[in-house]
């Protein structure tokens, strides 16, 4: 009689040794934010993954627009090119009113390349750019001291 019954862990008349309730309750708050916590690092680093192949992959479909985009602008130029030669009758003159175009746009791109460069010498600009030059200066003198304690 002495000996408690099979499955019956406390002894009969003993003190009870059950927990409360809250802190079962706050085992699996623990239990369900590690879960939460873990899927949250799956889905980053799913993430990560998408961004590092996306990258590339806008790489390679940037240098295929620009292909696509400097063949477009072939088959145009050539359009334009045999509506001068059968608007003039010729194809030498339609060649050289097409150099002509090309050398005037030529010329507004340069005109304004050049006014967006004097933007850049404005003195606040100037200034602003010397602080940014000074800046990454500093940062890779510093950098560069890191790497060679390393």
Same mark, same amino acid.
């Given at each position: ?6 499955? %019956? ?14 802190? %079962?309750?706050? =085992? ?18 799913? !993430?990560?993954?998408?961004? =590092? ?74 200034? !602003? ?13 510093? !950098?560069?001291?890191?790497? !060679?304690? %390393?």
């Amino acid at each position: 009689m002495d000996n408690p019954p099979p499955g %019956d862990e406390t002894p009969a008349g003993g003190p009870s040794l059950s927990m409360p309730a809250w802190v %079962d309750d706050l =085992r699996r708050l623990g239990k369900g934010l590690k879960n939460l916590f873990a899927a949250q690092l799956k889905l980053a680093s799913a !993430e990560l993954g998408l961004a =590092r192949s996306g990258i590339v992959l806008m790489l390679f479909m940037g240098l295929a627009a620009i292909t696509f985009a400097v063949g477009l602008g072939f088959t145009l130029l050539a359009l334009v090119g045999w509506a001068l030669a059968q608007w003039f009758g010729s194809w030498a003159w339609a060649l050289a009113a097409l150099a002509g175009i090309q050398v005037i746009f030529l010329l507004l791109a340069i005109l304004v390349f050049r006014h967006a460069m004097r933007w850049l010498t404005l003195p606040a600009t100037r200034a !602003e750019l010397a602080t940014l030059a000074k800046q990454a200066a500093a940062q890779g003198k510093a !950098e560069g001291e890191l790497r !060679e304690r %390393d």
